[in-house]
T-cell receptor, first 112, second 116 residues
Framework: KAGVTQTPRYLIKTRGQQVTLSCSPI?????VSWYQQTPGQGLQFLFE???????NKGNFPGRFSGRQFSNSRSEMNVSTLELGDSALYLC???????????FGPGTRLTVT | KNQVEQSPQSLIILEGKNCTLQ??????????LRWYKQDTGRGPVSLTI?????NTKSNGRYTATLDADTKQSSLHITASQLSDSASYIC???????????????FGGGTRVLVKP
């Protein structure tokens, strides 16, 4: 089985711009979660989607949003980028009824 | 507030030696505890997942223990190899799989460097 894939792997954006990141889960997985990882804050939960519905949300401002499509692929959008948004953004997929999460390689976002 | 504390923040060990990483949590209600290994610039990879009723779980040279009474877990690495150099992250879930959502609290990680 192919693993979780994320695109793009690296991205450089300017303050004020917006960005969309993509995540394709493992085939058959319907749950996709997004995380932000920074050296100072570590891993922080952004949101989780299951069957196109946001099921859970972390403590991030409304500039961070996401969605999930009928094929379980998910996108995350960050509007009005700030320097502090520079981070590794990870997505993870999970099979129904399972604890195990499988992470993708992440998208490294740099905001200048 | 749910918290997961890991110690030490970093450690250096010689190849072939053993080491133990600690994780203390104050997450309630407890569902399960996971240990992940994360190589630099990559996504975390699951090593073990333990529920309330499990005291120990192994994955090759990695052995995790859980004491739900004291809310402590440890990850023991046996006969370390250079490839064990990574960050190890302790994660605690406070909801059951059947409940809505997937609430995880992450520790800050322990960075391990194995030297030849």
């Amino acid at each position: 089985k192919a693993g979780v894939t994320q695109t793009p792997r690296y991205l450089i954006k300017t303050r004020g711009q917006q960005v969309t990141l993509s995540c394709s889960p493992i085939s058959g997985h319907r749950s996709v979660s997004w995380y932000q990882q920074t050296p100072g804050q570590g891993l922080q939960f952004l949101f989780e989607y299951f069957s196109e519905t946001q099921r859970n949300k972390g403590n991030f401002p409304g500039r961070f949003s996401g969605r999930q499509f009928s094929n379980s692929r998910s996108e995350m959008n960050v509007s009005t980028l700030e320097l502090g948004d520079s981070a590794l953004y990870l997505c993870a997929s999970r099979g129904q009824g399972r604890y195990e999460q499988y992470f993708g390689p992440g998208t490294r976002l740099t905001v200048t | 507030k749910n918290q997961v504390e890991q110690s030490p923040q970093s450690l250096i060990i010689l190849e072939g030696k053993n080491c133990t990483l600690q994780c203390n949590y104050t997450v309630s209600p407890f569902s399960n505890l996971r240990w992940y290994k994360q190589d630099t610039g990559r996504g975390p990879v699951s090593l073990t997942i333990m529920t309330f009723s499990e005291n120990t779980k192994s994955n090759g040279r990695y052995t995790a223990t859980l004491d739900a009474d004291t809310k402590q877990s440890s990850l023991h690495i046996t006969a370390s190899q250079l490839s064990d150099s990574a960050s190890y992250i302790c994660v605690v879930s406070d909801v059951t799989i059947k409940a809505a959502g997937n609430k995880l609290t992450f520790g800050g990680g322990t960075r391990v460097l194995v030297k030849p």
